[in-house]
């Protein structure tokens, strides 16, 4: 007895370590599933980051085209040369001034200038008051650069505010007010200092980089007017043709009376509808009570009044309801068990391992989600 005895328990202990390594598999297997599925979502995420990071690129470098060209345009406009135009852009900005406002200042200046060189009185004493000189020993016109760097120490060195912005006005014109305070940070060798922190951020923008970027923008110009071109002939192509088919199919509408044939047809399928409407009205009711009186239950149970609830079930003002969460867990109004249109489970409706797995699946991608979009796909306040 005592061998089969033995005999039994080790076949027992066999079979339930198989059971038991079965279950573990199982396992296993399912925890390698999620680990895999979490490996894709963090791949995409990965691609969608690098994708971004791609398009963000894309939209820098236009950008930074873009105002090359502005600046390859400024300097057609000044006479200034682009790299010096890059370092009054960063002082402008960090000054609070527009360079509309300097490519302003600077062609009036240009024009003071010339004044001045062809023996304009007015134009002279400007520039003399400031000790500036507009052309060189051998009486040529000197540079709007040279003669603008001239008239910023100069201006920088005036102490009395009222004078330092009227003669400012006088050779700048009236933008010379509101430039003011980017003068003074260029005076007393503010330029230089500014022009070697813009080249160490990398601002500074050569004339051979704003001829290329301007040739880039005019040549997309030149590719969207090709686009027009294209369209054009095409359209003097089909115009005749389509002028044609259009005469003939307004003589047809006239000769055919198809206009009134529409119109009749058009009555009738409403007619149609409207008779249709009227059939499924009953049924709307119908659907309108029930749809109240699922409202009222969602009412009272978002409310959490249980009591509410219980007596609407009772009367019959609510069919039924399925319960899963109680007032007063875990004692439960004994009511609720003698009526027949309830059911009730003992919350537990989550606690499936499906559900579980998925809920923790789920809170992964919200994580993931807002990491790389800023918007994850179950937000409880998505309105904020």
């Not at 005895?5 to 339930?16: D, E, I, K, P, Y």
């Not at 979490?38 to 990071?53: F, N, P, R, V």
């Amino acid at each position: 007895m005592a061998i089969a005895s033995l005999v039994v328990n080790l076949q027992a202990n066999t079979a339930a370590f198989a059971s038991a390594m079965g279950r573990a598999r199982t396992l296993a297997l399912g925890n390698m599933k999620d680990i895999e599925r979490a490996g894709k979502i963090l791949g995409t995420a990965l691609l969608a980051l690098g994708a971004a990071a791609a398009a963000g690129l894309g939209v820098l470098v236009k950008q930074s085209i873009d105002a090359a060209d502005a600046l390859g345009k400024m300097q057609k406009k000044t006479g200034v040369s682009t790299e010096s135009l890059s370092v009054l852009k960063h002082a402008a900005e960090l000054s609070g001034a527009s360079m509309e406002q300097v490519v302003t200042a600077l062609s009036r200046l240009a024009k003071n200038a010339f004044e001045a060189a062809s023996g304009n009185k007015e134009a002279q004493e400007s520039f003399r008051q400031l000790g500036v000189e507009v052309t060189d020993a051998e009486g040529r016109l000197r540079s709007t650069e040279a003669i603008f760097l001239d008239v910023v120490e100069a201006v920088g060195k005036i102490e009395n505010p009222t004078a330092r912005a009227a003669l400012a006005q006088k050779t700048l014109g009236k933008s010379a007010a509101e430039l003011l305070p980017l003068l003074q940070s260029l005076a007393k060798g503010g330029f230089e200092a500014t022009r070697k922190e813009a080249e160490a951020l990398g601002l500074v923008i050569s004339g051979k980089t704003a001829q290329a970027a301007e040739q880039f923008n005019d040549n997309l110009q030149r590719l969207g007017m090709a686009g027009r071109g294209v369209a054009n002939i095409i359209a003097a192509e089909a115009a005749p043709a389509l002028a044609n088919f259009t005469d003939a199919l307004v003589d047809w509408v006239k000769q055919s009376r198809a206009v009134p044939q529409i119109a009749e047809g058009i009555i009738i399928i409403f007619k149609g509808i409207a008779g249709a409407a009227f059939a499924v009205l009953g049924g709307l009711e119908a659907l309108g009570f029930a749809i109240r009186q699922l409202a009222a239950a969602a009412l009272l149970l978002k409310d959490l009044d249980f009591k509410g609830a219980f007596q609407a079930l009772k009367e019959g003002r609510v069919a039924g309801a399925g319960l899963d969460v109680f007032e007063g867990e875990p004692k439960l109004n004994p009511g609720f068990l003698e009526l027949k249109n309830v059911v009730l489970t003992p919350h537990i409706a989550s606690a499936s391992e499906a559900t579980r797995r998925k809920m923790a699946l789920t809170a992964a991608e919200n994580l993931v989600a807002a990491l790389t979009t800023g918007r994850p796909p179950h937000w409880l306040n998505p309105w904020s």
